[in-house]
Structures are given as C-alpha cells and as structure tokens.
C-alpha cells in the first residue's frame, strides 16, 4: 500500500515526537515513524538519565500539552554550583538574585517519554506508525518517497517534506548524502541517582575534574542524579564496581561538598561522541536533535536544542504554508537553517568549549579558568550571559517557548 503526506518525520524519540505536537492542528498531513514497538519497547532515550530542561523548554512542552503528563513534578534548579578540582575560584548563580523563579527543572528522560506518547495518543488526526523503520528514500525536486519496513509489510510513502529525527548515529543522514563530524571524547558517562547526607534543596553541580566532568541534579524526594564522566580506558573498571565501591568512587570524584554519598542506584553508562552534520538540510529534508548535533550531556544542552530546531522548524512550516509556498522547498529549508544556525553554533561552543577548557591540565589554560571562574562570580552581565544562554533564551526564541523571556 502507499500513502502521502505533508511531512514525514522519521525518528520518534524526544525530539520527533515533540515536532509532531508542535505541528497538530496547523493543517498539516503528519507521519510520524518510530523503530521500536508501542507497548513492548520503549525508544532507547526514554531511559533512565536525568534531563535538565531549560525554563524555556518547560515552556514549550507546556504549551504542547505534553508537561501535563509528565508524572513526577519536575525538580526545579534554583541554584547553580560550578567549580573545578584543583582550581581556585567558582560560580554561584542564584535564581532568585536575578529575579528567576528558577533556571530549569529535572525530569526522567522516560517520564518525559511517556508524557510524549501521552500526548502523540491524543493528536487524533497524527499518523503514528510504529514499528515501522525508513530502509530507503528517493528524492525528487517534487516530493520525497520513503520505504518503510512495518510488520505488515513494505510501505511507500510520498511526502512534500521529510525530517530526519533518527538520533546519533542517524541512516538518514547518510542516505541523504550528508557527512558529519565525529569526536571521540574517549569517555564514558556513568548515570545513577544518589543520596546526600547535606544535599540543599534545590541545587546543580557541576565539577570539572583530570578525569572528566561530573554533575549532580537535584530530584524529587531529596535524591540526586549522578552524571560522572570517565576516561573510556577506565570504563570497565568502573563498571565493575559493586555499589559501594562506586560510591567511593563518586565521593573521591565529587568531594565532600554535599557530605557524605549514601545509597547509589542502577548505573547506566553512555560512550561518549560529538557528532555534528556538516548541513542541516538536503533536498525536501531537514535533520533535526540528535540527527543534526550531538553534544556532551554535561553542559545538560542537547534535547534542549533538539527541541528548539522542532519548534523553529515548525514555526517556518507553519508560515510558509500561510504564504501559499511549498513547504518542502529550498527557500522554506533556508529559512529554518538561517534561523538555526546561531543557536546551534553558540551551543556546540558552549558544551565542546567547556569539556576542552576544564579537561585540559595545562597549567595557563588552568590559571585561565580559574580567572573565568571568578569573573564569571564577579560580573553579573557575563553570568547573565551563560544564564540565558543554559536556560533556552540564547538566540532567536519561538513562539511556544516565550512566556518568561526577559
Ligand atoms: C546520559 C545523558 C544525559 C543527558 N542529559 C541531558 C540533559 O540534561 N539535558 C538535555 O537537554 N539533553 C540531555 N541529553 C541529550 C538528550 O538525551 C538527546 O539530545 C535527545 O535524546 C535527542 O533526541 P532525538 O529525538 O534527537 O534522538 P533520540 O532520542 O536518539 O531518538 C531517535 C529515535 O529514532 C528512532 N529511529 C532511528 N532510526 C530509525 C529508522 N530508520 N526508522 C524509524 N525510527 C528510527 C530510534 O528508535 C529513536 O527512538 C543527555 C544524553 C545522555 C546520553
């Protein structure tokens, strides 16, 4: 069987899911595919790890109708710690200081994943395939034709515009013609929550070690999420380690700043890469999230500007159709790219900038952040700065993300 559509958005994780909110009831013939089965599986992102939603993030999903669904209420940061193991100097920045109700708020990547497929089931006029997964694409300068690989069978369908939402190691990408670059950090990020005999309420780390960055979150019920970098060649010494031993291992890592490490949980580990496209788009397709860039999780960045391309990509959709244009044409897909482009720049310096400054031993570079950490203390206008920058009010701002933009 065939179908057609207006856009096709391959990938159903955060960032797919979340463009097909932001496109219900605009008028648009939407296909959303997903890999992995409804029911059985979830998409490997809504896991475990702890995701720090910038407040404009919070907005946005708000104004989608997915935060209603998101059953633990998100934790809220209000406070921000950062500093660096043997380095002079650090960072307070308090919300309340500069008029914030808060800077953001945690949430279960899988929490925030059932919220989006709580919301996908109520977009009625929403084709969600799944499973279904893109084997193959041709171009024209008219349309875009994908085959599907479903249970039922091969399914081509022909869409005015496809997005490409398939994550890292995206096909799509490739089958599009798109090259990336790849950096290896050579680390590997363990995720766990905590406990803290003196955790404050409230309250982000983020400690920049030799070994790697490491932060902690604050959640629900007093607990924290643990994020702490490795180098890779250590990963399976790490992971072997029993829970207590971990524990130490965290305690000796983080230091006795919120006191002393209680009970660990399940740990988690992720290989570390950078993966940036070389272009955002090709003929009659976009990528977008992880597809289009893929940071280091420590600077807690990468949904969050997955999320800004949907709702950018969706607002550009959205007015070209108003102005009769074809939606999946090179001047529309311009448009989304000039739009993109300075926020992604800004926020691919911003995490590879900080994990190159802080994990690096030369002693200038040392002395250099230990000024930046003190700097940053002193002059509210550069803190302000990297604050509106993590809280999602950087650059160009949609619509569905503007309620607290100052
Ligand atoms: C440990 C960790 C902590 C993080 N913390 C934060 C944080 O605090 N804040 C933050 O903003 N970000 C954070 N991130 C980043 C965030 O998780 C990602 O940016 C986000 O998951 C990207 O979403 P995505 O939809 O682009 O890709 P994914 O979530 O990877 O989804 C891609 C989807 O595409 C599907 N797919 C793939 N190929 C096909 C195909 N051919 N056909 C059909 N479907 C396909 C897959 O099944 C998958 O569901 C963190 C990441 C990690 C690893």
Not at 143 to 149: G, K, M, P, Q, V
Request: charge should be neutral; charged fraction near 25%; aromatic fraction near 4%.
């Amino acid at each position: 069987m065939d179908i057609s559509c207006d856009v096709l958005i391959v990938g159903g994780g955060l960032v797919g899911s979340s463009l097909a909110c932001a496109l219900d009831g605009q008028g648009f013939d939407v296909v959303l595919v997903e890999a992995t089965p409804l029911r059985e599986a979830a998409p490997p992102s809504f896991d475990e790890r702890n995701l720090a939603l910038a407040e404009a993030s919070l907005d946005a999903l708000a104004a989608l109708g997915v935060g209603r669904h998101i059953v633990s209420p998100p934790a809220p940061i209000r406070h921000i710690h950062v500093s660096s193991q043997g380095d002079f100097g650090s960072v307070r920045l308090d919300a309340r200081e500069r008029g914030l109700e808060r800077f953001g708020a945690v949430v279960v990547a899988r929490e925030l994943g059932a919220a989006l497929e709580a919301r996908l089931a109520e977009l009625s006029a929403l084709r969600h395939l799944r499973p279904a997964r893109l084997d193959q694409i041709a171009q024209t300068a008219e349309y875009i034709e994908a085959l599907l690989a479903t249970p039922e069978g091969e399914l081509r369908v022909r869409a005015q515009m496809l997005v490409a939402a398939d994550g890292t190691d995206s096909g799509l990408r490739d089958r599009l013609g798109i090259g990336a670059e790849v950096h290896d950090y050579e680390q590997t990020l363990f995720v766990s929550v905590v406990t803290a005999a003196k955790a404050p309420a409230d309250t982000a780390y983020e400690r920049f070690t030799a070994q790697g960055p490491l932060a902690l979150l604050p959640l629900a019920g007093g607990r924290l999420g643990s994020v702490c970098t490795v180098p890779s060649a250590q990963a399976d010494a790490v992971r072997a380690l029993n829970d207590d031993a971990y524990r130490d291992f965290l305690q000796q890592r983080f230091g006795w700043r919120v006191g002393r490490f209680g009970r660990v949980g399940r740990r988690s580990a992720y290989a570390l890469r950078k993966v940036v496209a070389e272009r955002l788009v090709a003929t009659r397709a976009v990528l977008v999230g992880n597809a289009a860039q893929s940071l280091h999780p420590i600077g807690a960045q990468g949904f969050n500007l997955g999320l800004r391309d949907a709702l950018t990509l969706a607002e550009v959709l959205v007015a070209a159709r108003q102005a009769g244009e074809d939606i999946g044409s090179e001047r529309v897909l311009a448009r989304h790219v000039q739009r993109r482009l300075p926020d992604r720049a800004a926020t691919l310096e911003l995490s590879h900038g900080l994990v190159r400054l802080f994990g690096n031993s030369f002693a200038p570079l040392r002395l250099l952040r230990s000024a930046g950490l003190l700097a940053l203390d002193r002059f509210p206008s550069l803190a302000d700065r990297l604050v509106r920058e993590s809280m999602g009010y950087g650059s160009d701002v949609s619509q569905l993300a503007r309620k607290v933009v100052a």
